[in-house]
């Protein structure tokens, strides 16, 4: 099956600063993928992050890695193969409790694998040992039971079942072979990545170094040009003040032009509208006579309204009157018409009669 993915998040990649092994260096600039692998063939546990093309992490997981939650939203963990701690800061504290919670799980099952290659180890070691104190007693059996035909005939299960046992050992003892060829083969990568790594420092240590030295004659510099510049401001102290005072009393004779432009102006206004007073009074005048006219008209059409208003009412209140009497008026011709139409039935009774 090969490696597999067994768990996968995303979170926010840090890497201890190699220098000063005290700062945090981000390793993304965003929140990446980070997975557990399981490797069934090697039967071991691996932590992975890619950003792009660019692996960012590639951590073996052992039995003696701890992961350590340094905030409610950051954890750690040191990983002495790749000579590095690494740090992930999670959106959330559920997603660094299940990242904690599976490291842990993952620990536990690496530990495990170790116990029982261990074991394996041991086995086959006591299997070799007893395979080698074995041996002598079956020659010693040929050579007392005769040929070999003989001793097939008498133990030939038991030689079968030691047979089998002893290819099985060879087989494993063939693979746990190849199991410690490639640990020596990953030991010297290690081994070599440990020496890049000293050499790198080594370099770092000597550019730290010649940065000391050039930091140094720039402040030697530094403290000679601050010097120079004290000096030259010393002596440009008195021109700076006389400047200061020119560029004063010029402020001083602006504000004052605009302070008289601006009188200048409020007077001119008051001279224009001093010359519309006139106008404005004869204005007023105008508009009080048409006011008064105004009022007297008003005051007529008053007098004129209650007029027409007297006569309303009044012609309301004959109308009342030739109200009821036409109401009596047709209350009467009512009856006359009820007296014609009875004298009229009469007629026609006595016409039938005669």
Known sequence: MGEQPIYTT??????IDPTTKKNWVPA??????????????????????????????????????TFTKTSQ?????????????????FASEQQLAKFAEKFQEVKEATKQLKDKSQEKVETLSNHSQESGRETPSTTQATSINGTDDEKISHVGPEAAVLKTENDRLKSAVEQSNINAKKWETELQTLRENNARLVDAL??????VESWKKQLSSSKEESDALRA??????????????EKQKNSQL???????EVELNDKQQELENLRKQAEIIPQLMAECETVSTKL???????NELEGKLGCLQVDIDDS????GNMKGELKKFMDILDGKIDELHEFRQGLSKLGADN
């Open 250 to 256: 010029t402020v001083r004779v602006q504000e004052l």
């Open 73 to 89: 939203k950051f954890g750690q963990w040191a990983d002495s193969r790749a000579n590095t701690v690494f740090g992930l800061g």
């Open 316 to 319: 309301r209140q004959k109308q």
């Open 10 to 15: 995303r979170a926010h990649v840090f890497q």
């Open 292 to 298: 008064q006219a105004a009022e007297m008209k008003n």
């Open 202 to 207: 080594q370099e770092s240590s000597a550019n």
């Open 228 to 241: 120079k510049i004290a000096e030259l401001e010393a002596q440009c102290h008195d021109a700076d003040q």
């Open 28 to 65: 993304s600039k965003q929140a990446v993928t980070v997975s557990y692998f399981y490797d069934s063939t090697r039967k071991s546990y691996r932590i992975i992050s890619v950003d792009g093309s660019k692996v960012i992490i590639n951590s073996t997981i052992t039995p003696n890695m």
